[in-house]
């Protein structure tokens, strides 16, 4: 292995200086105001936008670079936010059977291509906290309806959380999946109680969790052993309260007849006619009768809780007693450091410290205007936090897994992806990437925030989430994919169809004539110059003994990007 | 000090991939002295097999009382979803459950059914299990003065606790895991693990020494860009697997990559030389999967492995909704897939050697929620397996009525047989001397009994 001091002399050779010791690209910066914050390097760019984008490009690290973290995050907020809908409903009006491989056709279309990336990229994160899935028979013949649930999460990423909490309960698309869709009152005779599936749901893994949690994250304990934050009488308060919604506007004579609630009459219909049914994208109403109001409701007990001993006293309505059950969920002290934590592990890292969290949560809590629950803010400190800016050293074992749909979005994104008619075929990816958006296979997402492989890492304490995706078998079936993306679907391949997306070697070739040089280019595009010497010298050994022809170019770069995607250190960002 | 302890204080001094293996090299010749009490010789063959049911499986729609008191206050519980009692399948077990009474199968099961009827039957049925810490009644339950796992009725805490033993709930091995720490150098094959899941990760198979294989449903898959016909980039990519990396993440990830490489060649030669099974698998996921795991027992030999641990797993069980029709097909993919791994068993001379048992994070409520049921506690399972003492309902079938003695409050059914004596019994017939028990289920003790009498003896 050559040293680093030889990795330097073949950096000179370039135009920018690169390695990250060598500081003067920060020196020159200094003492320019309109850039104070930064980012002070291209890689420190390139990292930054492998949090908050669904992968870097040349273009965009030399935007960042050009206009500053802050000014790139306003433009950001100011974007219109792109929806997923049209694009299902422009197939459908042009006659295209619509299923889910159009809402999946939408979201790679909107993951590679949309300007409004932060957005997108944090609807994703949303959409493995909020979770829905089409492997459930309840909404898989429901792509539009689904499309329009992630246009929920693209709306609500920078805004507020409590908002996006009452979005996400009173969808029928989240009604189905989780069951509070015609939820009814107890009818004690026929030993019927309300469905307590949303009710544990949405405390567990949309808000609250399990254990109490002090504001940096960490558990509170009493007698060695976590305190739970809530107990099977606030389920079945919960439950009570999610009772008599059913679809807007069904006609009712004298306040709703079972036959009504039950079929809708001349309302809605879930058949013959699924996916294009306007009622699954509207807010699920209430029904009076079905609501569970006499009781009392045992809600969530924390310090400052503003309902006495968290009890909701009956006779409310379903929607006075959905209001006040939400801001009940929404204003316990946990919900900010299990958003806060969220969010990081998402973007950022798989063990940040508590002090991050507490930072993070703390925005959550207040964005300085005293305002709990916004989610631009949170977004804001999330990315800005020192703990996110500086590059972690090995040792600290900071980082993430890199998603494998992740790892597949920053190859388009960083070669240009795409199909000559402009379609993302993408369809199903779950079947090689473990992943597909909206398609987890429970409720739990594609892993759970805390899992912590057996061996090394449990014993270390590390979590790392995305290794619950990472079996002996999908390991491999992840790297065969992403290398049939760039061995085989290449632009100018012989057999070329409109519809296959392909990746764009052209400007790549063009620089492969000097392996050093290629390799530069990818260790900023893809590890945002974190390879390590050893890594640099052995893929520029070997491509240097791949010949210098046209076709010897080609597979220098394919062989370059395959082996860096497939690499432990490009999994492992930092 | 105690071994985990010591392994935690190795792990955290380690600084590289390298230091790490040869310290895992070193345990292993220590630890071999300590378990050489099981080796076991000869050519004998036990293995496990897990069959996981997600959601939470409705044991009392799975096996439903048919003598007329109990079916009367089953059907008054249950309401709309109670099976008719003209369509349940008769169950004739050679003994009378605790308790007395009849029972019927769930009609989308025939298969199962005849099996437990069979003489020298291999099916057996384990009445309301579930996770406990100790004996518990209606009243200590009420009052909270018998502590309860915690977080009943959650889907992600009670699959751990159907996993690993309760007392280290904070640790993440299973009592798959732990059986195998106990055996896995009983195998000459010391490459591929002696955990295999044919349904990704699982903390049921996690131990300290044995982390679990996972393996497709068509075979071991292999990396297509890194054969032989390249050997240059191959090697490339080998020397950037085989590296020393500086973080753990890092590590974890190229030994993932490197397990997948060298398990995969040798699982897939075994495979490729296999004399095919006769029996066939039903096309079904849990199907398939139990078809790859007769497969692997099938070529045991040339893979050299004498104890292995297997794990199969079905989703779907969490029937807040339409119940009746979801859970009988979810049954009947399981009734069709368990018949065919039994006949395969037997096929292969294997049936007295392999044992097959369901788990599930819980029951369903007795109390409905209109079409559907919600989260429970104990449940009925099942267990397979020429060493089964079959034809047989173990444990104690509990009252079913609204607001009855088994009722926890809302028709969640008090388990009256821990989840540690059902996998207690199990665990002597693989072979933990009873005097070792306590290592593998901390619990145990506290329980009337490690041996649900539902195995032949080891």
């Given at each position: 292995m050559k040293s680093g001091l030889w990795r330097f002399a073949l950096m000179v050779t370039l135009l920018c200086p690169t390695s990250q010791v060598w500081a003067g690209d920060h020196v020159f910066d200094?003492?320019?105001?309109?850039?104070?914050?930064?980012?002070?390097s291209d890689a420190e760019a390139a990292r930054f936008l492998t949090q908050a984008t669904f992968g870097p490009s040349r273009a965009e690290i030399a935007r960042l670079r050009s206009i500053g973290y802050n000014a790139w995050l306003a433009d950001q907020a100011s974007l219109p936010a792109s929806h997923h809908r049209p694009y299902l409903e422009a197939q459908a009006a042009a006659g295209l059977e619509v299923y889910q491989n159009s809402r999946q056709e939408a979201w790679w279309l909107h993951a590679v291509t949309a300007p409004d990336q932060l957005r997108q990229r944090v609807a994703f994160a949303l959409s493995e906290l909020l979770v829905v899935s089409d492997q459930s028979g309840a909404i898989e013949g429901y792509p539009i309806a689904m499309a329009n649930y992630y246009d929920l999460l693209v709306d609500g990423a920078f805004g507020n959380y409590r908002n996006l909490l009452e979005n996400v309960t009173l969808s029928p698309v989240m009604g189905h999946y989780l069951s509070m869709f015609k939820n009814r009152k107890p009818d004690l005779d026929a030993n019927i109680r309300p469905d307590e599936n949303y009710a544990r749901e949405i405390m567990q893994l949309f808000s609250v969790g399990l254990v109490r949690l002090n504001a940096n994250g960490t558990v509170q304990t009493s007698g060695g052993q976590p305190i739970p934050t809530y107990d099977q009488d606030t389920i079945r308060g919960f439950a009570h309260v999610f009772t008599g919604w059913n679809w807007a506007n069904c006609p009712r004579d004298q306040g709703g007849q079972w036959w009504e609630w039950e079929y809708c009459p001349s309302g809605p219909?879930?058949?013959?006619?699924?996916?294009?049914?306007?009622?699954?994208?509207v807010p699920m109403e209430a029904w009076e009768s079905y609501h569970a109001s006499e009781e009392d409701k045992q809600l969530l007990v924390y310090p400052g809780v503003a309902l006495p001993n968290g009890m909701l006293t009956g006779g409310g309505t379903a929607a006075s007693d959905l209001q006040a059950a939400l801001d009940n969920i929404f204003n316990h002290p946990n919900v900010a450091p299990f958003i806060a934590r969220h969010l990081i592990k998402r973007l950022v890292t798989s063990n940040p410290s508590p002090a991050y969290i507490g930072r993070v949560a703390a925005v959550f809590a207040n964005n300085g205007l005293g305002v709990r629950g916004d989610l631009g803010a949170t977004v804001r400190a999330v990315l800005m936090d020192s703990e996110a800016r500086t590059l972690p050293s090995?040792?600290?074992?900071a980082g993430k897994m890199r998603e494998p749909l992740l790892k597949l979005t920053h190859l388009w994104r960083a070669l240009d992806g795409r199909a000559d008619d402009g379609?993302?075929?993408?369809?199903?990816?779950d079947y090689y990437l473990s992943q597909a958006a909206l398609r987890s296979p429970t409720v739990f997402n594609f892993f759970l925030p805390d899992y912590r492989p057996p061996g090394e890492m449990a014993a270390l304490g590390l979590d790392g989430p995305e290794f619950q995706i990472t079996t002996d078998t999908s390991i491999a079936s992840v790297a065969n994919g992403l290398g049939a993306k760039v061995f085989y679907d290449w632009r100018g391949n012989g057999g070329q169809q409109p519809e296959d997306i392909v990746v764009d070697l052209g400007p790549e070739v063009a620089v492969a004539s000097d392996p050093v040089k290629l390799v530069d280019r990818y260790d900023l595009l893809f590890m945002n110059r974190t390879m390590s010497d050893f890594m640099f010298n052995t893929l520029v050994t070997y491509l240097q003994s791949?010949?210098?022809?046209n076709t010897g170019r080609r597979q220098r770069v394919q062989n370059a990007v395959w082996l860096i995607q497939s690499s432990p250190e490009y999994s492992i960002e930092r | 000090m105690k071994r985990r302890d010591f392994i935690q204080r190795a792990l955290c001094a380690t600084a590289s991939s390298a230091l790490f293996t040869s310290f895992a090299g070193k345990l292993s010749l220590a630890h071999a002295s300590a378990v050489s009490g099981h080796r076991l010789l000869g050519s004998d063959y036990r293995a496990l097999v897990c069959v996981y049911l997600y959601g939470g499986n409705d044991g009392f729609n799975m096996m439903v009382p048919t003598s007329s008191a109990q079916y009367a206050q089953y059907q008054a519980s249950r309401g709309a979803l109670a099976l008719p009692l003209a369509e349940l399948l008769s169950l004739n077990p050679s003994v009378a459950p605790t308790g007395g009474g009849s029972f019927g199968m769930n009609p989308a099961m025939p298969l199962l059914r005849n099996l437990f009827n069979q003489a020298q039957s291999p099916l057996a049925i384990t009445a309301n299990v579930g996770p406990l810490l100790y004996p518990i009644s209606k009243a200590e339950y009420q009052a909270g003065t018998v502590p309860v796992p915690a977080q009943l009725f959650s889907h992600s805490d009670q699959t751990l606790t159907w996993q690993q033993p309760n007392a280290d709930a904070i640790d993440r091995r299973g009592w798959g895991g732990r059986l195998a720490d106990m055996f896995y150098q009983t195998n000459v094959n010391q490459q591929l693990s002696m955990n295999v899941s044919i349904d990704g990760e699982n903390v049921f198979q996690a131990g300290d020494q044995v982390i679990p294989y996972f393996v497709g449903q068509d075979g071991a898959q292999s990396v297509d860009f890194v054969q032989t016909w390249n050997p240059e980039r191959r090697a490339v990519f080998l020397a950037l697997r085989d590296a020393a990396y500086g973080n753990a993440l890092q590590r974890q990830y190229a030994s993932v990559m490197r397990r997948s490489m060298d398990n995969e060649v040798m699982i897939n030669e075994a495979l490729d030389g296999e004399t095919a099974l006769g029996t066939v698998f039903p096309d079904t996921q849990l199907g398939r999967q139990l078809r790859m795991v007769a497969r692997l027992i099938n070529v045991r030999s040339p893979l050299q492995m004498q104890r292995q641990i297997f794990f199969v797993g079905l989703g779907g069980f969490d029937t807040h909704d339409n119940q009746l029709s979801d859970q009988a097909e979810q049954l009947a993919e399981l009734d069709g897939a368990l018949a065919a791994f039994y006949a395969a068993t037997v096929e292969m001379g294997v049936d007295d050697g392999v044992t097959t048992f369901t788990a599930s994070e819980f029951g369903r409520t007795t109390s409905v929620n209109g079409d559907g049921t919600d989260h429970g506690w104990g449940s009925h399972h099942l267990v397979m397996g020429g060493s089964v003492n079959g034809r047989r309902i173990y444990g104690t079938p509990p009252d079913l009525s609204a607001g009855g003695p088994d009722d926890a409050d809302w028709g969640q059914i008090i388990p009256t047989t821990s989840v540690d004596q059902y996998a207690a019994t199990i665990a002597r017939w693989y072979g933990v001397p009873p005097g070792d028990l306590g290592t593998v289920f901390p619990n145990i003790g506290r329980f009337a009994t490690s041996d649900l009498g539902f195995m032949a003896p080891a």
């Open positions: 200094a003492g320019f105001d309109h850039r104070a914050e930064g980012p002070y219909v879930d058949w013959p006619d699924p996916g294009w049914d306007a009622w699954w994208l090995l040792a600290s074992n379609r993302y075929r993408e369809w199903y990816t791949l010949p210098n022809t | -």
